[in-house]
């Protein structure tokens, strides 16, 4: 006998959903934070002397430079 509430079936699909996505989840294989942040630091160190927010835009290239002066008459 069950207790006073019964399982619709929307909610055992559901769950089932969730039951399968957790298996799946389970069985990735990691990569180590620490092997992820080295090679995270690489990069930027690699790529640091083309980092526009390091190095800044030039005025010649900076394409949302404003073209044009604003004049008041």
């Known amino acids: 006998m069950?207790?006073?509430r019964?399982?619709?079936?929307?909610h055992v699909v559901?769950?089932?959903k969730l039951v399968d996505q957790?298996?799946?989840e389970a069985g990735m294989e990691?990569?180590?934070i620490s092997l992820t942040a080295a090679d995270l630091v690489r990069f930027c160190?690699?790529?640091r002397r083309s980092d526009p927010l390091l190095t800044g835009i030039s005025a010649s290239s900076n394409p949302?430079?404003?073209k044009k002066t604003c004049r008041l008459l």
């Open 45 to 47: 160190q690699d790529h």
């Open 22 to 24: 957790l298996r799946v």
């Open 14 to 16: 559901q769950a089932q």
């Open 2 to 4: 069950m207790s006073g």
């Open 64 to 66: 949302f430079k404003d």
């Open 6 to 10: 019964t399982c619709s079936s929307g």
């Open 30 to 32: 990691r990569i180590k």
